[in-house]
T-cell receptor
Framework: EADIYQTPRYLVIGTGKKITLECSQT?????MYWYQQDPGMELHLIHY???????EKGDLSSESTVSRIRTEHFPLTLESARPSHTSQYLC????????????FGSGTRLTVV | AQSVTQLDSHVSVSEGTPVLLRCNYS??????LFWYVQHPNKGLQLLLK??????LVKGINGFEAEFKKSETSFHLTKPSAHMSDAAEYFC????????????????FGTGTRLTIIP
C-alpha cells in the first residue's frame, strides 16, 4: 500500500509542452526528493526539499523546477519539454526522525516526442 | 517480477577489518544492480553498479561487488573498514532495457546499517 503517490504513471507529450509531475505523501515526512533514472542506470538526484518553502537543486543539473508549498506535496514542472527529458522520474520522502531509508513512489515514465 | 533481499539489517565491524554486506536478488529479466550509501541527513550516493559488463565491479571509497548469476548474489565488500564508512547501504535492482521498463519498477533492498567499532 503506497504512502507516496505519483501521477501520472505514464506520460507521452509533444515537444514544447509544459508539464507538471505530481507527487504527494501522506506520512507527514519533512524531506522530499526527485530522482531521474534512465533504464538500467543509476538514480540521479535533481531536486530536494527539507520542508515547506525549502527547495534545493540536486547533483544532476535539470531544467525542471519544483515547489514545496505544503508538506505533503512536491510537484515537478518542465516549462518546455524536450526529447532529452525522456526518462523516469522518481519521487521519494523521508523524515528527520528516520535517519535511514526512504519511501519511494512508483515513478512517472515520461516520453517526449 | 524482481526482488532484492539484504540478508543483514545491521553489521558491525572493527576499524581496519573487512566489510561484507550481503545482497541476493531475483529478476525475470537481465538486471542492472547497484549499491547506494546513505549517510545521516544526506541523499543517496552511488557506490557502484553492474550493467552486464565485468562481473567484478569496483566502486568509490575502496568498495567492490561481484555479480554471481549462479548464486543470484551481488555482495558488497571492502578490505579494510574506515570510520567514515558508517552509514546505511542499499542494494538495488533495476530492469536493464526499455522493453521491460514500463512493467518493472526500481526495487530497493531494506538496507543494511553498517557500524564501525573504533
Amino acid at each position: 500500500e503506497a504512502d507516496i503517490y505519483q501521477t501520472p504513471r505514464y506520460l507521452v507529450i509533444g515537444t514544447g509542452k509544459k508539464i507538471t509531475l505530481e507527487c504527494s505523501q501522506t506520512m507527514g515526512h519533512d524531506k522530499m526528493y526527485w530522482y531521474q533514472q534512465d533504464p538500467g542506470m543509476e538514480l540521479h538526484l535533481i531536486h530536494y526539499s527539507y520542508g515547506v518553502n525549502s527547495t534545493e537543486k540536486g547533483d544532476l543539473s535539470s531544467e525542471s523546477t519544483v515547489s514545496r508549498i505544503r508538506t505533503e506535496h512536491f510537484p515537478l514542472t518542465l516549462e518546455s519539454a524536450r526529447p532529452s527529458h525522456t526518462s523516469q522520474y522518481l519521487c521519494a520522502s523521508s523524515t528527520r526522525g528516520q535517519v535511514y531509508g526512504y519511501t519511494f513512489g512508483s515513478g512517472t515514465r515520461l516520453t517526449v516526442v | 517480477a524482481q526482488s532484492v533481499t539484504q540478508l543483514d539489517s545491521h553489521v558491525s565491524v572493527s576499524e581496519g577489518t573487512p566489510v561484507l554486506l550481503r545482497c541476493n536478488y531475483s529478476s525475470s529479466y537481465s538486471p542492472s544492480l547497484f549499491w547506494y550509501v546513505q549517510h545521516p541527513n544526506k541523499g543517496l550516493q552511488l557506490l557502484l553498479k553492474y550493467t552486464s559488463a565485468a562481473t567484478l565491479v569496483k566502486g568509490i571509497n575502496g568498495f567492490e561487488a561481484e555479480f554471481k548469476k549462479s548464486e543470484t548474489s551481488f555482495h558488497l565488500t571492502k578490505p579494510s573498514a574506515h570510520m567514515s564508512d558508517a552509514a546505511e547501504y542499499f542494494c538495488v535492482v533495476s530492469p536493464s532495457n526499455f522493453i521491460n521498463f514500463g512493467n518493472e519498477k526500481l526495487t530497493f533492498g531494506t538496507g543494511t546499517r553498517l557500524t564501525i567499532i573504533p
